[in-house]
C-alpha cells in the first residue's frame, strides 16, 4: 500500500539557518505529491505541492522537487524564520488509493530568534 | 466566508457513551474526509465520502460510524466500541477525487475521555 516516511523530530534551528525536512514515499501509480503545515490548534494548509516527475513546488519561501528517482520530496527553506514554526507533513494522493490522502508522521519544527 | 466548520471545539465522552462530532462545508465540494491525529502518528484515516448518500471505510473505521445524506455535511459518531477515543480529530474536503487537487482543512476537535 501507499506510504510516507518523514525524517524523526523534532527540529530546533535558529532564526535565518536552512531547513531540510527529508520525505520519502511508496505508491503503486502515480501519485501527487504535497506538504501541509499545521499552526499550534489548527487544521491543516497546503503549503505546497507537485504532481508529476521533475515538479517543483514553491511558497512563502519553501521548495520541495518530485524525484521520481529516489521516491523523494524532501521540503527545504533557505531562511526560516520564528513565525515558521509549526508541524510539517508530507503527503501523498493516487487513484488507485481512491483519492484519499496519505500522511506521513509530521515534523515538529521549533525556530529560535 | 467559504469554508470548513468542525465543532464543538472541544468534547468529552463518558465510558460507553457515543458521541457526534460535526463537519459542515459551504465550498460546495463533492468529497469529504475524517482523519484522526494522535501526537506522533501523523493523520490517520477513519472514513472518505466521494458523494451524497455514499462513503467508505478508512485505515481506522473501528468503532466509528459517518453518514453523508447532505453535500455539506459529514457527521462522525465515535461509538462506545472505540476503546481509545482520545485524539484530534480532522475533517476535510475536496472539490473532486483528483489526485492533484487540494483538501480543505477545519480547525479540529480535541475529543478526551472522562
Known amino acids: 500500500g501507499d506510504s510516507v516516511t518523514q525524517m524523526e523530530g523534532p527540529v530546533t534551528l535558529s532564526e535565518e539557518a536552512f531547513l531540510t525536512i527529508n520525505c520519502t514515499y511508496t505508491?503503486?501509480?502515480?501519485?501527487?505529491l504535497f506538504w501541509y503545515v499545521q499552526y499550534p490548534g489548527e487544521g491543516l494548509q497546503l503549503l505546497l505541492k507537485a504532481t508529476k516527475a521533475d515538479d517543483k513546488g514553491s511558497n512563502k519561501g519553501f521548495e520541495a522537487t518530485y524525484r521520481k528517482e529516489t521516491t523523494s520530496f524532501h521540503l527545504e527553506k533557505g531562511s526560516v524564520q520564528v513565525s515558521d514554526s509549526a508541524v510539517y507533513f508530507c503527503a501523498l494522493r493516487e487513484e488507485t488509493s481512491g483519492s484519499r490522502l496519505t500522511f506521513g508522521e509530521g515534523t515538529q519544527l521549533t525556530v529560535n530568534p | 466566508d467559504g469554508g470548513i466548520t468542525q465543532s464543538p471545539k472541544y468534547l468529552f465522552r463518558k465510558e460507553g457513551q457515543n458521541v457526534t462530532l460535526s463537519c459542515e462545508q459551504n465550498l460546495n465540494h463533492d468529497a469529504m474526509y475524517w482523519y484522526r491525529q494522535d501526537p506522533g502518528q501523523g493523520l490517520r484515516l477513519i472514513y472518505y465520502s466521494q458523494i451524497v448518500n455514499d462513503f467508505q471505510k478508512g485505515d481506522i473505521a473501528e468503532g466509528y460510524s459517518v453518514s453523508r445524506e447532505k453535500k455539506e455535511s459529514f457527521p462522525l459518531t465515535v461509538t462506545s466500541a472505540q476503546k481509545n477515543p482520545t485524539a484530534f480529530y480532522l475533517c476535510?474536503?475536496?472539490?473532486?477525487?483528483?489526485?492533484?487537487?487540494?483538501?480543505?482543512f477545519g480547525s479540529g476537535t480535541q475529543l478526551s475521555v472522562l
Open positions: 505508491a503503486t501509480g502515480y501519485p501527487s
Open positions: 476535510a474536503s475536496s472539490m473532486t477525487r483528483a489526485t492533484n487537487e487540494k483538501l480543505f
